[in-house]
């Protein structure tokens, strides 16, 4: 059916389960190769001198020894075996680690710091006999194979063509010293695998992208399979609960937007906050509104951004605790607490020098 063909784009849930039920992730071996032999020869750069004066004085100790008395017995077998394991973890050791380092580091960087043992899970679907000639013939296996054909040619040409551009100067080792020829020798085969690196850093950006196709067209979903996901994705109640905490949160955000332009809050005295706004100029029979109100931590928060925006605040236990419980964000307060926080509107008023005229209920109120 065309409907089934696998033409959509993997949505963020299908990415999110590959990479957390199966395992699956971007990610190209021959990144891994290249940088790790960048890495490994960068390292032997530096680490050179270090490892040739280890082996320089490890021969030089052996050749010390050939003239002294050898005691056959296990003591002597011992003795050399863990000198021959000494030189060998101080000469190698440095490099061993810097290439394992460097391995790890290219892997964590692609999987992200992934770590599972899923894709080596046993399937009985690997036993298949089919499955494996389907392999064989498949695009992975056929740019495998191209891939390793270019690396190999890469290395015949460059090895063969800088051998035979230094053949007089190899010849001519015959009659330098040692450790001249050991130099020149090192510094041509780090110029070969320098050369080689070059050419596996391309190699390696087009596998990455080749991988990134193949990893993109894995994941590729029907039409079908989107719409399912979505059903499923509704009736879930996990999404359903991350929506309205998202919800939940959205609509604090508007509302502590709202307290810098409020013109006064009252609390009881931190554990409720009611923000009020009072715009005469809307209409001539226009209440004060609630455009912020919150309890405990939300209350506070309120007091605070406030505080900071000069809002006046008032403490009123009982008319913070009611406006809190019985008048919504974005409603007028009842007419039962036009007189209450007309009062506090007229302190507010006062306390920053303006003028406002209080209803006469408010005035027979304070006498």
């Known amino acids: 059916m065309a409907g089934e063909e696998k033409t959509e784009k993997a949505t963020p849930k299908k990415r999110r389960d590959a990479r957390e039920k199966e395992g699956s992730v971007l ?3 021959e990144v891994v190769t290249a940088v790790s032999i960048l890495g490994i020869f960068a390292a032997l750069s530096v680490l050179g001198s270090y490892m040739y004066m280890c082996l320089r004085n490890a021969m030089i ?28 973890v101080m000469t190698f050791f440095p490099l061993a680690a810097i290439a394992g380092f460097v391995v790890v580091l290219t892997v964590m960087a692609q999987t992200r710091g992934l770590f599972t043992m899923k894709p080596l899970a046993f399937k009985f679907s690997k036993l298949n006999p089919l499955s494996g000639i389907k392999k064989l013939f498949s695009l992975q296996s056929v740019v495998g ?24 100067e190899i010849i001519s080792l015959i009659d330098t010293e040692p450790i001249y020829a050991f130099a020149y020798t090192a510094n041509s085969i780090f110029s070969i695998v320098m050369i080689l ?15 990134w196709w193949q990893f993109e067209k894995n994941l590729r979903m029907s039409k079908q399979e989107i719409k399912d996901e979505y059903k499923q994705m509704e009736g879930d109640p996990q999404i359903k609960g991350k929506i309205k905490q998202k919800q939940r949160e959205m609509a604090q955000r508007r509302m502590m937007d709202e307290v810098p332009n409020s013109d006064v809050v009252i609390r009881n005295p931190t554990h409720f906050a009611v923000a009020l706004k009072y715009d005469i100029t809307v209409s001539a029979t226009a209440a004060p509104v609630v455009v912020a109100k919150g309890q405990d931590a939300l209350a506070f928060k309120i007091i605070e951004i406030a505080e900071k925006n000069d809002v006046y605040i008032t403490e009123n236990r009982q008319l913070a605790r009611e406006l809190y419980d019985k008048v919504p964000i974005g409603s007028e307060i009842p007419s039962s607490f036009f007189s209450a ?13 303006m003028t406002f005229d209080a209803p006469d209920e408010v005035t027979k109120a304070r006498r």
């Not at 690196?197 to 991988?211: E, G, M, N, P, S």
Request: with cysteine.
């Open 341 to 353: 926080v007309a009062i506090i509107i007229s302190e507010m008023y006062n306390a920053k020098g």
């Open 27 to 29: 990610q190209s071996n």
């Open 145 to 168: 194979i191209v891939k390793g054909l270019i690396e190999l040619t890469a290395v015949i040409i460059v090895a063969y063509g800088q051998i035979e551009s230094r053949m007089t």
């Open 197 to 211: 690196c070059i050419i596996f850093v391309f190699v390696a950006a087009a596998d990455y992208l080749f991988q």
């Open 61 to 88: 100790d052996g050749i010390n020894a050939v003239g002294q008395e050898f005691v056959n017995d296990i003591s002597t077998y011992t003795d050399i075996a863990f000198n021959v394991l000494k030189v060998s």
